[in-house]
């Protein structure tokens, strides 16, 4: 059973930065891809930033320029640097990681980030 474990969130003021990081329990190459989307409460969850095993790298319109993803390879572990927090980027942040054979969405628990304005 694949395990990914978030860490990071908090309280931050807008304006400041917090890296969100992902651990996944085995190769982050055995994936097609691994990301990070978030959800407020009464929405769907939204794609934010997703990193394929090719390293294609998609990010949302609303966090072009402000947030990075990143990997560790050896580390199997994704991360997601959020800078310019503005308070609608306020949600939980879930990491995801995809396989192809079988086609299959793991998550992880989800780290609350909120920005204050």
């Known amino acids: 059973q694949v395990q990914l474990v978030e860490s990071g969130g908090g309280l931050v003021q807008a304006g400041g930065s917090l890296r969100l990081s992902c651990a996944a329990s085995?190769?982050?190459?055995?994936?097609?891809?691994m990301g990070w989307y978030r959800q407020v409460p009464g929405k769907q969850r939204e794609l934010v930033a997703n990193?394929?095993?090719?390293?294609?790298?998609d990010y949302a319109e609303s966090v072009k320029g402000r947030f990075t993803i990143s990997r560790d390879n050896a580390k199997n572990t994704v991360y997601l640097q959020m800078s310019s927090l503005k308070p609608e980027d306020t949600a939980v942040y879930y990491c995801?990681?995809?396989?192809?054979?079988?086609?299959?969405?793991?998550w992880g628990q989800g780290t609350q980030v909120t920005v204050s304005s």
């Open positions: 995801n990681a995809q396989t192809i054979v079988p086609k299959y969405d793991y």
């Open positions: 990193l394929r095993l090719g390293g294609r790298i």
């Open positions: 085995r190769s982050i190459f055995s994936f097609n891809s």
